[in-house]
């Protein structure tokens, strides 16, 4: 079976759940504590090369790092990754934008805001938040004139690029502007098999 | 023919003219001033949608936005992108890990260099640089243990991956320290077909 190593909030790896959801593939989810230096130990470097989750182990025992990498090994041959050259490197592109430009200004000032640093650490909030409204914005103006990412239906594409506009709002970003995005939000968070970050949550964060 | 926009130092569309130059492409080139603006104009917006370059332009008008979309998509079917599932992952991994870790880092800080800023923005360089170096030396470790990132062989992961390394240095990162990457860089632009960023520079840049 597969077996997926996550951590509570990690949103790459949430990532990889809803697709594992959306597929229908049974696996052993395998949750680390990041706190507790559980992805530092030398047993999890020989399976995950750059010592962080998501990693997901095949059936053979071989291991995927890497969030993007694990999402088209598993999307490969379904509907959610078009086989059309053009499609997919439309895709590409924006699995690429969301990995080297929403990402991290994201996902950084919402672990600052988690743990309780947002007053302490407001400068340097402010400044992920300099990169990350641009890239907002972006993804706004393609949103205001399009459905979807990809091919005028749900893809990988909106999957990966969602999970962390889904949260932003907890990283003190102001999601009321962004009435494209929300709207979108909405539709990626209705596709059938899609679950939630955390049990416990609202329906739609974000929203 | 093929139509690629790139920028004279824009290390991501320098990825671009190394993969065409390796694969015998032949193509136009149209060097955007960033300076005067030239990503910025609704004409430039129309073809890439997040105003940046590189953009290639196939042969029937399509546009491609994004260094990783455009590499994958010119490489596919090529030796430099395996068809095996399992290599195809590792690779993707380390695109993405370029993108999210590397590049930004490597980026921005030889920027600020370029433009006579070091000592001015040295706080804005000095957390660039923390971190930069320990996605650096995550690559040094791999590179202590292997000859090349996938498969033993060149492949489109060592072209996209050291294209930034390769410039590092101009960014005040001190790559002395870096024995692995430097010999591996060194194989990398002894690969045949393999073309310096700007004309004029040393034959192995960060040498």
Chains 1, 2 share one sequence.
Do not use: C
């Amino acid at each position: 079976m597969l077996r997926l190593y996550d951590s509570r909030l990690s949103g790459n790896s949430w990532k990889v759940r809803i697709l594992l959801s959306q597929l229908g593939r049974p696996y052993e989810r395998i949750t680390l504590d990041l706190a507790k230096g559980e992805t530092r130990t030398e047993a999890f470097g020989a399976i995950g090369r750059f010592q962080r989750v998501p990693v997901l182990v095949l059936e053979d025992g071989r291991p995927i790092a890497e969030s993007g990498a694990i999402l088209l090994h598993l999307a490969e041959g379904t509907p959610l990754l078009p086989a059309d050259p053009y499609l997919r490197a439309q895709l590409m592109g924006w699995l690429f934008f969301e990995q080297a430009d929403l990402q991290k200004p994201l996902a950084i000032a919402r672990v600052l805001h988690l743990h309780g640093q947002a007053q302490a650490r407001r400068e340097d909030i402010a400044r992920l938040q300099a990169e990350g409204y641009p890239a907002l914005e972006k993804l706004e103006r393609w949103l205001a004139r399009h459905g979807w990412l990809v091919d005028d239906r749900y893809t990988l594409a909106d999957l990966a690029v969602s999970a962390y506009v889904s949260v932003a709002h907890q990283g003190g970003y102001e999601m009321a502007r962004f009435g494209a995005i929300r709207d979108w939000l909405a539709r990626v968070h209705g596709q059938p098999g899609w679950v939630k970050l955390l049990p416990d949550e609202a329906a739609t964060p974000g929203a």
